[in-house]
């Protein structure tokens, strides 16, 4: 059919929300918009850590940035960091930090006995929604470790035939070193939240165990088999996807833009093909009219793809994808008999937006402009069937980033709607630039940043700085400001894709606002118009005198930081320690003790806002962020700074975390944990982890991280009685190791050389700093990132040191 084309060109002029609309049923469209908004009001935080491949025993360092607050600033005072498996969501590590100003800043050691896999730091402020963290968020990361694990378990299924019976799971339990695991206790269960079939049995002398299949049971609501293995005091859990006979090989999804396939009107058509674990696939597929084939088209790395359809109500459509296996057939959602199509050739605009609309019939539209909270700009206007109308809407009064247009029918229904990222020219623009491209050992760098955005003279801000390896900088697991506060906030996991920096990417924003975009008119539904009741995570307790409860307030003390601190409980014994109470020095921890006679008939109880993190955490599944496709490369191996080349293996828990290092069997650290490098510096994070470390012994003089000569007075670890609790306190913010680098004998290993958590932006758009190389060659990786009074940005640049 040939389309006569009619140009029409809309100038909308700014609206507010707060503006009564011309009609009252728009102006509910705007109040439930406003709702949903309300009810989904969330804050925003981010972390950057120094980078995010570790080895066992190493330091981390990181910045908070609260980029946005639901409430009041000051609510937020401790910053909760928890290291949990990406296996079984098991909480490996907690630590807490001081907030102020929404920043945080600080350092910690992972422990001697992390188990070598992937990871997630998941990271939240003190403040609840509902009982529920209210702002998280997530970065994943890789451990690697030389520690060989007791336990690695390898799971294949057994068809039935000549070498059983019955189809079976073979479970094989050895060690990262090739022995059998003999006698291992294993219990399992089969389903996700009904259980079908459990059991325990134990391995051969060869490390196997037989766990009978129920295949007739298994389908896609239970394809889980749970399994967890004992053997003498080393434990693991680990959850296997089934295969399922109701379980296609690959899911595909499909987006036709706008929201619909509408009888007799061509449209583009966004699809996604994934694996039956959610991996994105590189495909080739051709679309069918029936039984014919009518065109072919294939996915990018991203598992994504666009093809063009003219779909006709009565037609079956479908498109066939091709591979070893043989074709999988994919039907396309229904065709609409009425509608129209929405068309939009560039979804990353600047000041305007160019749409096409075409209905197969008469009829009038509202055009309506809005962030998934308020509206910007509306309109009114009819459309003729089978006449394309273009229209261009100035965005001089939309909000920077994600928006959508919506298009609603006479009655204010939805008919379509299209994700758009507005003003994309006013992101702000950062370029690093080193004095050299190669260093040699020991040199310093000097890095300058040059930042601008376009329509301001000057911006302020600050930004956070690592240096570190860049065989430590996994592309799967990065996670910077720009794309998290412009696109994963709003979009949430991104699809895999080349670029650093996913925003300076039109192509690959184009395509995802098509395919991830739609967002099914979520808002037009009435919100649950239950209020949000925002809470505090603090830590509270109760003090009782046996069974009962004490009938008259009770004062308690707090010691952190050399200082003493009273406070009192109820008339029940139920107290509150203010977080001032618990703010710590390095490497020390809250005492909590009662004033009473006779302190031996009283008990404290500790209720541990870490605690309820770690059930709450446990309780959620972590997806890992996508992978690129198989065949494609892989990021570097890693060494460590020793140079013993690291594989990939899972470690077992070490009996003494402080008497056994990593690589010796001497001891390295007190039973505080306090040690001294080879270069007589008390707990030198540049060496935390060495083997060549001592223990600190009492009223040694040794140097601090500032070069200065401090006196260390001993262990402080005392014995615990019925009167004192110990509590984990909130650490303030530590300085980075500057190196003394014309010290030959003090080795310089680490493998992050710079981090400097922030650095204040000069409003001339220019800022340096200076650092040095280390002792370490390769290439290494600098990033930068922060917040500026005109938006956030992000940069990395890579440098080369060698030997002369």
């Given amino acids: 059919m040939l389309l006569k084309h009619r140009l029409v060109t809309f100038l909308f002029v700014f609206l507010c929300v707060s503006v009564k609309a011309q009609n009252h049923q728009l102006d509910s469209v705007a109040t439930n918009l406003n709702s949903y908004g309300l009810s989904n009001l969330q804050s925003s935080l981010f972390v950057h850590f120094d980078k995010n491949i570790y080895t066992n025993s190493e330091q981390v360092w990181f910045t908070g940035y609260l980029l946005k607050s639901v409430l009041p600033l000051d609510n937020h005072h401790t910053l909760y960091i928890s290291l949990l498996n990406s296996i079984d969501s098991t909480v490996v590590l907690q630590e807490r930090f001081l907030i102020q100003d929404g920043l945080s800043f600080g350092s910690f050691n992972l422990p001697d006995s992390l188990l070598s896999g992937s990871y997630n730091f998941v990271v939240n402020t003190n403040i609840q929604a509902n009982g529920k963290i209210e702002a998280m968020f997530i970065q994943p990361v890789s451990i690697i470790?030389?520690?060989?694990?007791?336990?690695?378990?390898?799971?294949?299924?057994i068809k039935k035939g000549i070498y059983a019976s019955a189809e079976s799971v073979l479970l094989k339990v050895l060690t990262s070193d090739h022995h059998f695991v003999e006698n291992a206790e294993i219990g399992y269960a089969f389903g996700k939240s009904k259980v079908i079939s459990h059991g325990h049995i134990k391995t051969n002398n060869i490390g196997e165990a037989v766990i009978p299949y129920p295949t007739v049971?298994?389908?896609?609501?239970?394809?889980?088999?749970?399994?967890?293995?004992?053997?003498?005091?080393?434990?693991?859990?680990?959850?296997?996807?089934?295969?399922?006979?109701?379980?296609?090989?690959?899911?595909v999804n499909f987006y036709p833009e706008g929201g619909y396939l509408?009888?007799?009107?061509?449209?583009?058509?966004?699809?996604e093909v994934r694996d039956s674990k959610n991996a994105p696939v590189q495909i080739k597929a051709y679309l069918f009219e029936n039984d014919l084939p009518v065109d072919s088209f294939s996915t990018d790395f991203s598992g994504l793809g666009i093809f063009s359809i003219l779909p006709k109500v009565g037609y079956r459509y479908s498109i066939r994808l091709i591979s070893s296996n043989g074709q999988n057939q994919y039907e396309l959602p229904n065709i609409l008999n009425r509608g129209l199509v929405m068309t939009a050739a560039d979804a990353v605009v600047d000041r305007d937006l160019r749409i096409s609309l075409l209905a197969n019939h008469d009829t009038k539209i509202y055009a309506v402009i809005h962030n998934g909270n308020e509206i910007s700009l509306q309109s009114e206007l009819g459309l003729s069937g089978g006449l394309i109308q273009k229209l261009r809407f100035n965005l001089d009064s939309v909000k920077p980033g994600l928006n959508k247009i919506t298009i609603l029918d006479a009655e204010f229904k939805p008919l379509a709607e299209r994700l758009f990222f507005a003003h994309h020219d006013q992101l702000v623009s950062l370029n690093l630039k080193t004095d050299k491209s190669f260093y040699e050992k020991r040199d310093s760098v000097k890095l300058t940043l040059d930042y601008h955005r376009k329509g301001l003279d000057s911006i302020n801000g600050f930004v956070s700085i690592s240096c570190a390896q860049s065989n430590r900088f996994s592309s799967v697991n990065n996670k910077n400001i720009v794309d998290y506060v412009y696109l994963e906030k709003e979009l949430a996991t991104l699809p895999y894709d080349f670029s650093s920096v996913k925003i300076k990417d039109k192509a690959y924003l184009n395509k995802v606002f098509l395919i991830k975009g739609w967002r099914g008119y979520q808002w037009q539904q009435t919100p649950i118009n239950d209020s949000i009741v925002f809470s505090s995570s603090e830590v509270k307790g109760w003090v009782s005198k046996g069974k009962s409860t004490i009938k008259s307030p009770m004062e308690l003390h707090t010691i952190a930081k050399n200082n003493i601190n009273s406070f009192s409980t109820d008339s029940s014994g139920k107290f509150t320690i203010p977080f001032s109470n618990l703010i710590i020095d390095d490497k020390s921890d809250v005492w909590l003790s009662m004033n009473a006679r006779n302190p031996a008939i009283f008990s404290i109880k500790i209720d541990d806002p870490l605690t309820q993190i770690k059930t709450q955490l446990q309780?959620?599944?972590?997806?890992?962020?996508?992978?690129?496709?198989?065949?494609?490369?892989?990021?570097?191996a890693i060494n460590i700074s020793a140079g013993i080349n690291l594989k990939e293996v899972i470690i077992a828990k070490k009996k003494d975390n402080f008497n056994t290092g990593v690589f010796s069997n001497q001891p390295r650290v007190n039973r505080c944990g306090d040690y001294v490098c080879e270069s007589n510096i008390l707990n030198c994070v540049n060496h935390a982890g060495d083997s060549r470390n001592r223990p600190a012994k009492p009223n040694g003089r040794y140097r601090d991280q500032d070069g200065n000569l401090v006196t260390y007075f001993g262990c402080q670890i005392k014995e615990v009685d019925a009167n004192i609790s110990i509590i984990k306190g909130i650490q303030m913010p530590k300085k980075f190791y500057k190196y003394d680098v014309s010290n030959m004998d003090e080795p310089i290993n680490a493998t992050t050389i710079y981090w400097n958590q922030q650095v204040t932006l000069s409003s001339t758009g220019k800022t340096s700093v200076c650092f040095n190389t280390g002792d370490l060659t390769g290439a290494f990786k600098i990033v930068v990132q922060g917040v500026t009074d005109g938006g956030v940005v992000y940069g990395e640049q890579e440098i080369l040191v060698k030997s002369k």
């Fill in 217 to 251: 049971k298994i389908d896609s609501t239970n394809n889980i088999l749970s399994v967890s293995i004992k053997k003498n005091k080393d434990k693991r859990h680990i959850k296997y996807d089934l295969p399922s006979p109701e379980i296609s090989r690959y899911k």
């Fill in 619 to 636: 309780q959620t599944s972590f997806g890992n962020p996508d992978k690129p496709v198989s065949g494609m490369i892989q990021d570097a």
């Fill in 145 to 157: 470790s030389n520690t060989v694990n007791m336990m690695v378990p390898h799971f294949s299924l």
């Fill in 262 to 271: 509408v009888n007799g009107l061509p449209s583009r058509v966004g699809y």
